[in-house]
C-alpha cells in the first residue's frame, strides 16, 4: 500500500509551488541588493528583508517540510537513496546559511549599520543554485541506493486525517506566525514531520497483524 494518488499529487504540487516560490524569492533578494550596491539606495535592502523575513522564509520552510513528507509517505524513504540524502543535505544546509549567514547581513543593510556586502550577493546567487540543482535530482533520480538502502517498502495509506494534517501544516504555520509570534515559526511542521514516523511505524505494525490474521484464517 500507499499514499493515495490525489493526497500524493496535492503534496507534489505544493512542494513545487514552494521550491518554486522560494527561488524566484531569492532571486529577487539578488536582484533588490544589486539595485542597492549600485545605487547607494538602501530601500533594496529595506525591501529585500521584507520579503526575506515575511515571505521567503516561510516558502523555505515549507519546501523543506513538504519534501520530507514526500519521501516519509511513499517508498522513497529517507535513507535508501543518495538523491533523497543529498536532497535533505542542500536544504538543511540552505536553511541553516538562511537563517545565520543571509539574515543578519540583510538586516544590518536594511538598518545601514554594514557597507555594501558582496558576500550577499553569492549567498543569494548560491541559494537560487541550489534549489535549481535540487529540480535537477528530483527529475533525473541520479546515483545508486545508499549502503543502508533496503528493500523498499510501500507505507501504509494515511488516514484521511493524517493527509489533512500534512497539508495543513504549513499554512498554519504561516497563520502562527503571520498574527500571533510575529516571526517565522514552523511548529506545525516540526510536530508532524516528528509525529509522522511514530504513526506510520504503529500503523504498518497494524497491517502487519491484519495480514498474518488473513493468512491464518485461509490456511
Given amino acids: ?103 543578519p547581513r540583510l538586516e544590518a543593510l536594511a538598518h545601514g549599520t554594514r557597507d555594501a556586502d558582496p558576500v550577499l550577493l553569492g549567498a543569494t546567487l548560491l541559494m537560487v543554485s541550489a534549489i535549481a540543482f535540487q529540480a535537477w535530482v528530483s527529475v533525473a533520480k541520479p546515483w545508486r541506493r545508499t549502503p543502508w538502502g533496503t528493500r523498499p517498502v510501500r507505507p501504509p495509506v494515511p488516514a484521511a486525517w493524517v493527509t489533512g494534517l500534512v497539508l495543513l501544516a504549513p499554512v498554519l504555520d504561516y497563520v502562527l506566525a503571520t498574527f500571533v509570534v510575529g516571526n517565522p515559526t514552523p511548529l506545525f511542521c516540526v510536530l508532524v514531520a516528528l509525529l509522522y514516523p511514530l504513526w506510520r511505524a504503529r500503523a504498518s505494525r497494524r497491517d502487519g497483524s491484519d495480514r498474518v490474521v488473513a493468512a491464518r484464517s485461509r490456511g
Fill in 1 to 103: 500500500m500507499t499514499v493515495t494518488p490525489a493526497a500524493r499529487h496535492l503534496l507534489v504540487w505544493m512542494h513545487v509551488v514552494t521550491s518554486v516560490a522560494w527561488m524566484s524569492q531569492a532571486l529577487a533578494l539578488f536582484a533588490l541588493s544589486v539595485h542597492s550596491m549600485s545605487t547607494g539606495d538602501d530601500s533594496g535592502y529595506a525591501m529585500a528583508e521584507l520579503l526575506d523575513t515575511r515571505v521567503l522564509l516561510h516558502f523555505a520552510n515549507a519546501s523543506a517540510f513538504t519534501g520530507l513528507m514526500l519521501s516519509a509517505m511513499t517508498r522513497w524513504g529517507y535513507f535508501q537513496y543518495w538523491w533523497v540524502l543529498v536532497k535533505f543535505a542542500v536544504t538543511l544546509s540552505q536553511l541553516y546559511a538562511g537563517i545565520f549567514l543571509l539574515g
